[in-house]
């Protein structure tokens, strides 16, 4: 079963910094992209980020260039993280942020996933 499970969400102030985990499971995660994405009440969900664990290479949304780093951590036997580092945060970035995973890093830049798991709610008061 597939399993992607994001938290570290939380209440944080403009200017300030959380990081999101992303416990991946239930499907080779070498051969998959792994992304984020978040969605305002009465918006769509829109990418912010995604790393392909093929090769490393990672994409950002213009909206969080510079301020966001993804990061992959296979290292463990049996857990498969993807963590996403914000800071310098904006009340703007409030949204709930849902990791997501699909075998085409291209498919995911465009909004596409074969994967989608529950999300955390990330709140940034001004």
């Known amino acids: 079963e597939v399993q992607l499970q994001a938290s570290g969400g939380g209440l944080v102030q403009a200017g300030g910094s959380l990081r999101l985990s992303c416990a991946a499971s239930?499907?080779?995660?070498?051969?998959?992209?792994i992304g984020w994405f978040r969605q305002a009440p009465g918006t769509e969900r829109d990418w912010v980020s995604c790393i392909s664990n093929s090769d490393g290479s990672t994409y950002y949304a213009d909206s969080v260039k510079g301020r966001f780093t993804i990061s992959s951590d296979n290292a463990k036997n049996t857990e498969n993280m993807v963590y996403l580092q914000m800071n310098s945060l904006k009340p703007e970035d409030t949204a709930v942020y849902h990791c997501?995973?699909?075998?085409?890093?291209?498919?995911?830049?465009?909004?596409?996933?074969?994967?989608w798991g529950k999300g955390t709610q990330v709140t940034v008061s001004s």
């Open positions: 239930g499907f080779t995660f070498d051969d998959y992209a």
């Open positions: 997501a995973a699909d075998s085409s890093i291209m498919r995911m830049r465009r909004g596409d996933m074969d994967y």
